[in-house]
């Protein structure tokens, strides 16, 4: 889980516990469905709160950011165990109570948030849908920002529990710290832990402008609803230079973003290489000119999509097919071109990186395996066909040649592989497929299965996205 992927911010409902001897106190994180369209992340939102409101008559209000909400609920112990029969009992073994808490949290009340985006519960964790996290009794983990001046230095110190669930306040004022007044970091937790304990992280500022940056800061977050511990003297901020920071914090514009979200601004149809659909991308004026002949070609051709979503400079639009009229990548291209011939936008052909990754099976054999979108098949003339689609059908001739063992069938991609006996070294199978994609003048990169997993997470909660813009 990480706290500044757009899957987290955007949608990702996150339920913290914490227990003392007598009460237990539960914080729920709300998000915003920024990514659905409006009026459906609206009535959604609105019957999540409701849900946990039923739940939860005692729960409040304590922190709301760009549409994202924190609550907290505070109940006695065994008001908490007989309202929820169905959670587990404390017991000797608090790690074990943990887990299986963990797994109720979810599946009570993440998975009322996270169906929105998939029916599918498989994708539900590993498309950041959802989080649940129990610690062990301990004092309430502590939801204020602490700010601590003394003589020489002021200490800013950052709570886990706020900082999870508002990462990028905290990040972007980290970053003001550090620009504006020198701030250093006093005290970091270890990577590894950043997801798995509950920690503090505090940045420290020294010199004449340290009282300056404190009160700055106190309030900048006062105003903004943050909780504040403030530990020194309180001076006066002119208003000019609290709003410029607000203003900084709140910006979400340098917020680590997608490669693929990253596209240039301008008119094109792009068809995509591993899934039956074409994306279109418009500016404004061009919209207008065109919609009507995109709305004409998806009738004609039998496809489904076509409604366009407005972004920051341009319009947008998925249109899909399917195994009849989409299934290898030169059907895609071939309807891209045919579009672009009857409105004027550029279709613009990409060529895909080829993925190598490394998977083991269950007697601890390894493979080393490629990826790659179906480009042609006995339907397609193959003569006639785009130079991408004779590229891709040439290197998996090559790799059949080469005995590489064709697994894990899909249906708009092929997965090649070599198995490595177990106990020999995989560098020889992975410079071998290094040497045949390069041969054919196509790139690859080496991925990781597990973020793969979370890609085609994204792809199929992306398409989902996409089914209730349509309805909408």
Not at 83 to 102: G, L, Y
Not at 429 to 456: D, H, P, T, W
Request: contains cysteine; hydrophobic residues 40%.
């Amino acid at each position: 889980m990480k706290f500044v992927e757009r899957s987290y911010l955007d949608r990702c409902m996150d339920v913290v516990m914490g227990r003392d001897r007598e009460n237990v106190a539960l914080f729920f994180r709300v998000p915003a469905y920024s990514d659905l369209p409006k009026e459906v992340a609206e009535k959604h939102r609105k019957s999540v709160i409701e849900f946990l409101q039923e739940k939860f008559p005692e729960m409040k209000e304590i922190l709301s950011y760009n549409g994202v909400t924190e609550y907290k609920a505070v109940l006695p112990k065994n008001e908490f165990f007989s309202r929820f029969p169905e959670f587990p009992k404390e017991r000797e073994d608090d790690s074990a109570f943990r887990r299986e808490t963990e797994i109720a949290l979810k599946k009570m009340f993440c998975s009322r948030s996270a169906k929105i985006y998939s029916e599918n519960d498989k994708l539900w964790e590993i498309g950041n849908l959802m989080s649940a996290r129990v610690f062990p009794k301990l004092p309430y983990l502590r939801m204020n920002f602490d700010i601590i001046e003394s003589k020489d230095m002021v200490v800013f110190d950052f709570p886990w529990l706020v900082y999870r669930f508002y990462a990028p306040i905290f990040i972007r004022t980290e970053q003001f710290l550090m620009k504006e007044f020198g701030a250093k970091v006093r005290k970091e937790p270890f990577a590894a832990k950043i997801t798995s304990s509950a920690w503090n992280k505090a940045l420290y500022v020294e010199g004449e402008k340290k009282s300056y940056a404190a009160n700055l800061i106190r309030q900048g977050f006062n105003e903004l609803g943050i909780n504040v511990q403030f530990y020194g003297v309180e001076m006066p901020i002119e208003e000019s230079c609290v709003e410029r920071f607000k203003k900084f914090i709140m910006t979400e514009e340098e917020l680590p973003r997608k490669r693929q979200q990253d596209k240039e601004i301008k008119d094109m149809i792009v068809p995509c290489s591993d899934k039956p659909c074409l994306y279109v991308q418009l500016l404004p004026e061009t919209y207008e000119k065109v919609k009507d002949q995109v709305a004409q070609f998806v009738k004609e051709k039998k496809l489904k999509g076509g409604q366009f979503t407005q972004e920051k400079d341009c319009m947008k639009s998925y249109i899909f097919g399917g195994a009849s009229n989409m299934a290898v990548l030169e059907n895609r291209i071939e309807l891209a071109e045919e579009l672009s011939f009857k409105t004027g936008v550029p279709a613009e052909i990409t060529v895909p990186i080829i993925e190598i990754y490394e998977t083991k099976d269950s007697a601890g054999n390894t493979r080393v395996c490629m990826r790659i979108p179906k480009a042609l098949d006995r339907m397609t003339d193959k003569e006639k066909a785009n130079y991408v689609s004779k590229t891709l059908y040439a290197l998996v001739k090559e790799l059949q040649a080469r005995d590489w063992e064709s697994i894990f069938p899909g249906i708009y991609v092929a997965t090649y592989s070599l198995l490595i006996p177990r106990g020999q070294e995989t560098e020889q199978a992975k410079a071998e497929a290094m040497e045949i994609v390069s041969s054919f003048g196509l790139k690859y990169e080496f991925v990781k299965i597990k973020g793969k997993r979370a890609q085609k997470a994204e792809q199929e909660i992306s398409k989902n996205i996409q089914d209730e813009e349509v309805q909408a």
